[in-house]
């Protein structure tokens, strides 16, 4: 038996954006296995896994041509183990082997009307050898759900149908409720409508960069953070102005885009995980949104006020729960292309999440395979993508590392290349030379692109 449910509005915004059809947007998880794997005991943890979590028995529907579209959740269909063996390749060839066929996984997109948003696949490098990956489709999956399968999966590995985790306390469907809900709350859209009567989402480019096409071709870009500060050399900085590292990040990535902001000003979309309940920490779904944050450049500030700023920027903005279908009604944007130019999204890697990481069960040690996009994918524009998207990771360390998703159709290699330097120059900047002034760092930067 299914049920019917509202969706959430990044589901439509993706349901629409493709008409329902092929869409590649998509995230994975993947956990290594050492030891005598027994092919069976996957497919129980599998079985249980998507019993578990309803987003991976979701699909979506729309009743009607003119109706929005909804969430299916069926009773429970199994998902598909597809089993595949790179042991034709030689020994040391066997991990890139594995690594190039879940990247092709990643990038082989699912069909969104009527149809299953997650498969799972387990690939074989040797006897006592295989990766096991769930890759989903992100209307029902996000980055923090890769790391509650990639936890759950070994105990369920273990124990089966006796496994004891405690179920989760909501889903995404109850996730959707409450946004819709909020989403009509005539409070929040008055909230949001002042707060964003000044917002500033977009960037000036060189006249010679493209216009925003139909379609997008996010393209992944290394940022070379692994030579610049740690959060620990920011730490000061963070404490003298009471911000967090979002605020930190968020104010060298204005200064270092400050010859593209209109009237000094420049809103960003800070993706936000909307976690923080301990309800929702075990639930698997895409809940993660934007939240609008308008840094002020005026006045020539120093690198801490603009962190100092940007602290109560953020602070205030994220008071405040922000439904993305008021946050679009609000925001000053015509036409197709993102709600916001430039996104942020940071997250502290948990140490158990790190590569190397071992977890032992049933003779078989357990520890996390890389699975990140490496080549372009293209989309129509929906609202959780921009023309550059920077997510930045820290470890336990406070070691940071990153990626710039970037437009290619606007911003080819060295354009992209420029702005990932250009911020990793300015946090050096900020956690060195505090007391220099916006002005510094805009006479020491490259020509902008």
Known sequence: MSELHTATHYQRSLYDATGGQASGVNVGAAVRMRGPVDPERIRIALDALTARHEALRTTLTRQDITGAPHQVI???????????????????????????????????????????????????????????????????????SAGVIRDEFPHLYEYGTSAT??????????????????????????????????????????????????????????????????????????VEEQASPTAALL???????????????????????????????????????????????????????????TADAYDRAISRPAPVSVLRAALPVTGRGPLFDVSLNYGHQQARHQAGVVVEGAGVTFSPFDLAHEEPTDHPWWDGASLLDFQISSDPAGRLSGTLVADAHMFGDSEASGFAGRFAAALRRFADRPRDRLSDLVAAKDPAP
């Not at 409450?178 to 008055?190: H, S």
Request: net charge negative; glycine share 6%; hydrophobic share 45%.
């Open 251 to 309: 104010a060298a990535l204005a200064a270092s885009l400050s010859d593209h902001v209109t009237n000094e000003r420049i809103t960003f979309g800070v993706m936000r995980s909307n976690r923080q309940q301990r309800d929702v920490r075990g639930t698997v779904g895409f809940l993660a949104g934007h939240v609008p944050v308008t840094v002020d450049l005026s006045g020539d500030p120093t690198c801490a006020t603009l962190v100092g700023r």
């Open 165 to 238: 985790l405690p179920p989760p306390v909501l889903h995404l469907a109850d996730y959707a409720a409450w946004e819709a809900e909020l989403a009509g709350d005539p409070a929040t859209q008055e909230h949001w409508r002042a707060a964003l009567a000044g917002a500033r989402p977009r960037l000036a480019f060189a006249s010679d960069v493209p216009a925003v096409g139909a379609v997008a071709r996010t393209t992944p870009h290394p940022l070379q953070l692994d030579r610049g500060p740690t959060l620990g050399a920011l730490h000061p900085l963070m």
């Open 74 to 144: 069926g009773s429970q269909p199994p998902l598909e183990l597809r089993e595949v063996s790179v042991l034709d390749a030689d020994e040391d060839q066997r991990e890139p082997a594995c690594a190039a066929l879940l990247q092709a996984e990643l990038r082989r997109p699912f069909v969104l009307k009527d149809s299953p948003l997650a498969r799972a696949l387990l690939v074989t490098l040797a006897d006592d050898d295989r990766v096991f990956a769930m890759i989903a489709h992100h209307a029902i999956m996000d980055g923090w």
